[in-house]
């Protein structure tokens, strides 16, 4: 499952490799790491063809990536780190592109960890709850910029005590590069002994100038054995217009096969005009042969008028 552990997939992102990357130098204390993976993958549906219905209902999304991963000890009592991580994306379609997904570096302490570039928000550590297909989902409770994963310009905090993990960060920027676009946000959680785990979070910043944007998150996970659930609440401002979404999620695992679920929905205000953006189920199968190789296939089940439903199918390898 994507998000099993959820002790935040945002803390094994910053310290720890893909469980089939290769070190590639260990010496003088400095680990370094590098992964990634194979992934042809193609989606069918009427919503490919566009506006004009001139292009094809199938469409390939094959990708590749590559992790780069490097850890140091500062001092000799073990008490002071560094780290860094290069991770991009490699689209093979015929806009093929190369894309920067992680670029950052930082320092691991005793009391948490600090880090700054091309990171994700302190919110995936509660929106990652409800992120866990290959193929769909995890695009509802996004309302505003601040909230996403791989933001620029982005400092992180992290820090896990006991049972309690907090993140909290500063996007000097955001992505899409307008003036005045900064924000702030906290995130944490509790992790019951039973398999439970809670978390709150807040983002508030500007989408651009005179265009304020917050964001609250509640979150819900339970694990138990081989079956997840999860859920994730959202309400916000952007400028003049309301939002509020919500994710559900869960999955079963069957030894090497795993079903998983989600629904998602999102809805806006303005001008007492209300407007439903996201909804819609999704159904995905995956088959894990080893560490190494999975196969999946996923349906979208669109409630929305006007849209289609999507199949999509993908195999992938990690190394």
Not at 93 to 121: C, F, M, P, W
Not at 185 to 205: D, E, H, K, R, S
Request: hydrophobic share 35%; glycine share 8%.
């Amino acid at each position: 499952m994507k998000n099993a552990a959820v002790v935040a997939t945002i803390f094994t992102c910053l310290f720890t490799g893909t469980t089939t990357a290769a070190t590639i130098y260990d010496n003088n204390n400095t680990n370094i790491e590098l992964g990634g993976r194979a992934e042809p993958r193609f989606n069918l549906s009427k919503e490919n063809k566009g506006d004009n219905n001139e292009s094809n209902e199938f469409k390939d999304k094959s990708r590749a990536r590559l992790v780069l991963k490097g850890r140091s000890l500062i001092n000799d009592n073990e008490q002071l780190f560094a780290f860094g991580k290069y991770e991009v994306e490699i689209s093979d379609n015929k806009n093929s592109t190369i894309n920067t997904r992680y670029l950052y570096a930082g320092l691991d302490t005793a009391v948490g960890a600090i880090s700054y570039g091309k990171q994700d928000s302190a919110q995936v550590l509660l929106t990652d709850y409800t992120d866990i297909l290959s193929t769909f989902g995890g695009n509802a409770v996004d309302l505003v910029d601040g909230n996403k994963d791989k933001r620029e310009n982005n400092l992180l905090y992290v820090g896990e005590f006991n049972n309690i993990a907090v993140a909290t960060n500063y996007i000097a920027e955001n992505n899409n590069n307008l003036k005045d676009s900064d924000s702030y946000g906290i995130a944490a959680q509790y992790q019951f002994p039973f398999g439970l785990n809670i978390g709150a979070g807040y983002v508030n910043g500007n989408d651009g100038a005179n265009i304020d944007a917050r964001q609250f998150n509640l979150a819900m996970s339970y694990q138990f054995n081989d079956i997840y659930t999860a859920a994730t609440y959202a309400n916000g401002k952007h400028g003049d217009t309301t939002l509020s979404s919500y994710e559900l999620a869960a999955a079963y695992i069957f030894d090497q096969f795993t079903a998983r679920g989600v629904y998602n929905f999102q809805q806006s205000e303005q001008n007492n005009t209300t407007t439903d953006n996201v909804n819609y189920f999704a159904l995905e199968g995956m088959y894990k042969f080893n560490k190494s190789l999975r196969t999946y296939i996923g349906y979208k089940f669109q409630q929305l008028d006007k849209k289609d439903d999507e199949l999509q199918v993908g195999i992938r390898y990690d190394f």
